[in-house]
């Protein structure tokens, strides 16, 4: 039955009050209309929707769960409240609100295929994999989806090669299906085959001449030798077309970047670096230069000595772990340690941040009053989730960059445990960050003088926790690693309580996929050329230089 005009007219009024931002009311006009009866579910998710729009978590649960009860058949509504109990951080009360959906609709392979997006969030690989399979037993519509999930599980799982294999699963259902063609592309990436990777991105682009994060790719790993290249009129005619098109034009303009970097058109090079980023800066949160000083400085004055000893356990493990500021040379020297025989490179593990937010929610309030006991469990967890990811590795990299904000925890779980903390000249480091794309959650890597200040609370964080436990971190200077590898790597490999083996310094050729935005610097050998890059930019660089001063860096 249609829905009358006095409904319609009231339903409309309620709709512009949301818009005009007049909550109140909106949410009165709402709830009248819903006790009236009429299009209640209508109106229920109208209402919901308000709340989730304006961050009102708990209104808007109580108002799915009554959606839920007035639709009950309605698969769409429980996956709503399912999905909202996720994002306010309820992930396992989602599942489990899946999993009684399943017991009751067995058949629903939307459900089976939902829960495994969960199961992987939790680290439940098998589980998610499990539901994976359900839902393509249970005939789910365009299952090439569903295998190239299993697919990007089975990367996650760093098992590349059943990744491939599940990648051409999906491609032989749909031969054009894109996400799977773009993930085995940056699988191809990952293993350095970049022949191969380049033929799929143009595979992709032949099949959607948008798809601008392809061509992004493919100036990445085109070695460009003047402005003749065609790849920068490519570039050129894709920003052209991409004016309506944010995330594409930071993509293209981050890649031209480089490409001008590249060829010594430093000028040109800025200009684009600084048009991508100020495209990112509205993408991303603001950085908030006060709200970082304090959060350096709590961590600081709570995680001193005595806490160290209250909590650190007794465990005889010495895990080894790879940190930094983002392009400071971490992924340079995980790819050479892992050249030797007995090391695995773990590449870009987040087993250390989930762990915080798994276990010491909210951080650091939690951690500060955690037990040996809650320390000990959480060591535990660690180690399991390492063994299940790399099965009888030994030694095993664990190189995330950003790691050097929870040092604490990793030396309270692990007293034994190695610390490689690589360094590299501040401006350096500053302007490399501006130049790579590393992601929305990052407010301060779009702006020079905020990369500067971030790169202080840095070194505040570092220099205190090498007062603490100075013995556990190891500094590479990058600089002095590029110049002359072999004496800064015996110093790592001694540090790590290895034997030297010769064949780590031809590292280009190792078999270990590089999981990290320089997928292809890495792969391209020893080399001094990007220590002093910053002189090429220091008359765009402003106030971030004299942040960055140093007697270093003059």
């Known amino acids: 039955m249609a829905a009358s005009p006095e409904f319609r007219t009231a339903f409309d009024r309620a709709r512009r009050l949301r818009e005009a931002g007049r909550l109140q009311e909106a949410e009165t006009a709402y709830r009248e209309l819903a006790a009236a009866g009429e299009e209640r579910p209508a109106v229920l998710e109208a209402l919901a929707d308000m709340y989730l729009e304006n961050g009102l978590a708990r209104p808007a649960l109580e108002t799915l769960s009554a959606l839920t009860r007035e639709a009950p058949d309605n698969l769409y509504y429980h996956s709503r409240l399912a999905w909202t109990l996720d994002a306010v951080g309820r ?46 037993e249970k005939e789910i519509d365009r299952p090439q989806e569903v295998w190239s999930n299993l697919g990007v599980l089975s990367a996650d799982r760093r098992r590349p090669q059943e990744a491939r294999s599940h990648y051409e699963e999906a491609l032989s259902i749909d031969p054009g299906y894109v996400p799977a063609l773009f993930n085995l592309a940056g699988l191809e990436e990952e293993a350095g085959d970049r022949e191969a990777a380049m033929a799929l991105y143009e595979r992709i682009l032949e099949l959607d001449p948008r798809h601008w994060e392809s061509l992004a790719r493919i100036a990445y790993a085109t070695r460009a030798g003047n402005a003749d ?31 001008q970097d590249d060829i010594g058109d430093y000028e040109r090079a800025f200009e684009s670096y600084r048009e991508g980023n100020e495209i990112a800066r509205r993408q991303s949160p603001p950085y908030d230069r006060n709200a970082a000083e304090n959060a350096a400085g709590s961590l600081i004055a709570t995680f001193d000595a005595d806490w160290l000893r209250r909590v650190e356990t007794d465990r005889e493990e010495t895990p080894v772990f790879i940190c930094g500021m ?55 967890e ?112 001694a540090f790590l309580g290895l034997d030297w083996d010769p064949a780590i310094l031809d590292f280009t050729d190792t078999e270990h996929h590089v999981k990290t935005a320089s997928v292809w610097q890495v792969r391209e050998g020893l080399h001094a050329g990007s220590s002093g890059r910053w002189r090429h930019y220091e008359r765009y660089l402003g106030p971030a230089l004299e942040m960055l001063d140093g007697p270093d860096e003059r």
């Open 229 to 259: 290249d065609p790849v920068f009129a490519r570039l050129h005619r894709g920003l052209e077309s991409a004016t309506d098109d944010a995330e594409g034009r930071e993509a293209l303009l981050f890649a031209l970047g480089k490409l």
């Open 326 to 380: 983002f392009r400071s040379g971490s992924s340079l020297i995980e790819q050479i340690l892992a050249g030797h025989s007995a090391v695995t490179g773990g590449s870009e593990l987040d087993l250390l941040p989930w762990l915080v937010q798994r276990q010491f929610a909210p951080y650091p309030d939690r951690l500060a009053s955690a037990s040996r006991e809650d320390v000990d469990r959480a060591a535990g």
């Open 91 to 136: 992930t396992e009360t989602a599942i489990e609100y899946f999993e009684r959906l399943i017991e009751a609709q067995p058949d629903a392979a939307d459900l089976h295929f939902n829960v495994a997006l969960l199961y992987r969030k939790l680290k439940r690989y098998e589980d998610a994999v499990a539901a994976y399979r359900q839902a393509l």
């Open 382 to 493: 660690y180690l399991g989730r390492l063994e299940e990811l790399f099965p009888g590795a030994g030694l095993v990299t664990d190189k995330r960059p950003d790691n050097f904000l929870y040092l604490h925890l990793v030396r309270a779980m692990f007293p034994g445990a190695r610390i490689v903390y690589t360094h590299r000249a501040p401006r350096d480091v500053c302007v490399s960050i501006y130049f790579q794309r590393l992601g929305a959650n990052l407010g301060y890597a779009t702006d020079p003088a905020d990369i500067a200040h971030y790169y202080g609370q840095h070194e505040r964080l570092i220099r205190h926790w090498q007062g603490l436990f100075g013995e556990n971190i190891h500094t590479v200077d990058y600089d002095a690693l590029v110049a002359d590898p072999e004496p800064v790597v015996r110093e790592v490999v």
